[in-house]
Antibody, heavy 119, light 112 residues
Framework: QITLNESGPTLVRPTQTLTLTCSFS??????????VNWIRQSPGKALEWLAV???????RYRPSLKSRLTITKDTSKNQVVLTMTNMDPVDTATYYC???????????WGQGTPVTVSS | DIVMTQTPLSSPVTLGQPASISCRSS???????????LSWLQQRPGQPPRLLIY???NRFSGVPDRFSGSGAGTDFTLKISRVEAEDVGVYYC?????????FGQGTKLEIK
């Protein structure tokens, strides 16, 4: 059974760097085809895909945020970390990590972690 | 970027009646490998999104058969044959054919 769990600060100040961790079980990021995505949802709004990291360490980012995002994995710990620099109040959202299967499904989501950007 | 447009944005439905949601993409979602990576997600109040349908018409594990998906190219539809109370929530279409992945605005399904 695949599960994912996001963790990180609930409040960050403007201009600070946000670091979020996705801890998962039920799959390995050393297995061919596996991946983990980060997706966010601003309050009352739709979903926005941010980044993905694959088993082979290939990475893709949302172009409009690429300069601010870094995604990394620690296969031994079953964790994926997303950092976002220069946080702004418009980045206030619930941040989700989600599993990407070998056959291109985004099939399992974490519960999400809320992040507020405010001074 | 591929823009996903859903209609309607709100859908009041009577219990036991059918419901239908449309999703249109700004360009074809047919991938170079011949597959169309169009998914439907359900988000119940206070919950994370949940995968319902993948590659247009395939129900994910545990999804009731009253949910079905159809379409091709740029036009897709999610249908619920008989709406139940537990179906209340927001439904999103999502494309995974091209980066950046993108979502529709969401359709809020509510009971009349």
């Amino acid at each position: 059974q695949i599960t994912l769990n996001e963790s990180g600060p609930t409040l960050v100040r403007p201009t600070q760097t946000l670091t979020l961790t996705c801890s998962f079980s039920g799959f390995s990021l050393s297995t061919n085809g596996e991946g983990v995505n980060w997706i966010r949802q601003s309050p009352g709004k739709a979903l926005e895909w941010l980044a993905v990291i694959y088993w082979d360490d290939d990475k893709r980012y949302r172009p409009s945020l690429k300069s601010r995002l870094t995604i990394t994995k620690d296969t031994s710990k079953n964790q994926v970390v997303l950092t976002m620099t220069n946080m702004d109040p418009v980045d206030t959202a619930t941040y989700y990590c989600a599993h990407r299967s070998f056959d291109w499904l985004i099939d399992y989501w974490g519960q999400g972690t809320p992040v507020t950007v405010s001074s | 970027d591929i823009v996903m447009t859903q209609t309607p944005l709100s859908s009041p439905v009577t219990l036991g009646q059918p419901a239908s949601i449309s999703c249109r993409s700004s360009q074809s979602l047919v991938n170079r490998d011949g597959n169309t990576y169009l998914s439907w997600l359900q988000q119940r109040p206070g919950q994370p999104p949940r995968l319902l349908i993948y590659r247009i018409s395939n129900r994910f594990s545990g999804v009731p058969d009253r949910f079905s998906g159809s379409g091709a190219g740029t036009d897709f539809t999610l249908k619920i044959s008989r709406v139940e109370a537990e179906d209340v929530g927001v439904y999103y279409c999502m494309q995974l054919t091209q980066f950046p992945y993108s979502f529709g605005q969401g359709t809020k399904l509510e009971i009349k």
